[in-house]
């Protein structure tokens, strides 16, 4: 059994900063994948950023690219979020994702059906 666990979600004021961790127990990943995803109520879940097998490749939505920075301490099972510029758009649940499956393309590890275990979320609200 794998659990997910995330942490470090808050409310900040637009232009603020906030780093996010998530942390994987129950089994040590050797490579694979670990992501972030988003959800709003009515909206889509939406990908924001994976790292794939240690930091070989490493993708980002659309809307965080160059904010958001995504990274890892695979000795820790844990992966790290950093996000910069926060804009009220930002705001939303934020779900950490884990897979032992490796996609390098990007295509198939932006998806969410690529990820077989979850967190619960942690909350990030950005007020204007």
């Known amino acids: 059994q794998v659990q997910v666990a995330e942490s470090g979600g808050g409310l900040v004021q637009a232009g603020e900063s906030l780093r996010l961790s998530c942390t994987t127990s129950?089994?040590?990943?050797?490579?694979?994948?670990m992501a972030w995803f988003r959800q709003t109520p009515g909206k889509e879940r939406e990908f924001v950023a994976t790292i794939v097998n240690h930091g070989e490749f490493i993708y980002y939505g659309d809307s965080v690219k160059g904010r958001f920075t995504i990274s890892g301490d695979s000795a820790k099972n844990t992966v790290f979020l950093q996000m910069t510029s926060l804009k009220p758009d930002d705001t939303a649940v934020y779900l950490c994702a884990a897979s032992q499956t490796i996609y390098y393309n990007r295509q198939f590890a932006t998806r969410d059906q690529s990820y077989e275990y979850w967190g619960q979320g942690t909350q990030v609200t950005v007020s204007s």
């Open positions: 129950g089994r040590t990943f050797s490579g694979g994948m």
